[in-house]
């Protein structure tokens, strides 16, 4: 993997975030933006972020002026989210979540399973979530039917975390079908589901949801997962190195 420095300045103006402390940030990280701060010393990236969406979003409520009404594809859409028979109709609020990511990732032999809440981060400091819901089960109708028109919703309050399950739309057509989207807390990085001209499908991919190669960011290669249209999941539900950590 290359492993190219910036110095703090450099950082600072590709990332576009709040702070940084970093003098040796990998190169692929640069494409952060929409963050609070991001560091990195000799075994970690850390990334703050207060998870709110660049794009708007019917779920920040009408009085805000990121509120843009639902107007994608699913005529079932609901901001009304239930949970186990709860009904709430969250708003979006500011987190404080920090993700702690191994800078120099490896293949971890245990691929531990991912757990419920965030397993990564959009690079647009949006939390990343698995294919599961709140339950343990696979997302159903009632979990697609509260995505909005950037594939995105809130968890219930009191935490109100904004997150990602599937292919983040806004990323995706701001920055093309093939673009990075982001790192999962394994450090392994996250890219969408058109690759080399071709649409992927899951059958393209390991148990993971990713294989290895060169990439834009990683010339020498390195293993990625991708979103794909067939099991549009952000990856297989184990990672394939060791995560990180995420606190909030």
């Known amino acids: 993997m290359r492993n190219e420095l910036f110095t703090l300045a450099s950082v600072m103006s590709l990332v576009g975030c709040g702070s940084s402390t970093s003098t040796d940030m990998p190169t692929a990280y ?113 979990e697609f039917n509260n995505l909005d028109q950037y594939n995105g919703h809130p968890t219930p309050a009191p935490s109100l975390q904004y997150h990602y399950h599937t292919e983040p739309l806004f990323l995706t057509k701001k920055f093309g079908s093939s673009a990075l989207l982001g790192f999962l807390l394994d450090g392994f990085p996250l890219y969408g589901p058109v690759e080399n001209g071709t649409r992927l499908l899951s059958a393209s991919l390991d148990k993971y949801h990713g294989h290895e190669h060169a990439t834009a960011e990683y010339p020498n290669g390195i293993y990625h997962y991708h979103v794909t249209d067939d099991a549009p999941w952000i990856n297989g539900g184990s990672y394939y190195g060791k995560p990180g950590t995420v606190t909030r």
């Open 30 to 142: 640069a494409a952060f933006y929409n963050v609070k701060s991001i560091s990195s010393d000799s075994t970690t990236v850390t990334i703050n972020t207060a998870d709110l969406p660049d794009h708007k979003s019917p779920f920040y409520g009408k009085a805000s002026a990121s509120y843009e009404a639902y107007n994608g594809t699913n005529p079932n859409f609901s901001t009304s989210i239930n949970l186990m028979g709860m009904i709430s109709d969250p708003t979006l609020a500011a987190q404080d979540i920090t993700f702690r990511i191994p800078k120099n990732p490896t293949v971890d032999a245990a691929h531990a399973a991912t757990t419920g809440g965030a397993i990564g981060i959009a690079i647009n400091g949006v939390v990343i979530f698995n294919q599961y819901n709140g339950v343990g089960a696979l997302l159903n109708t009632l």
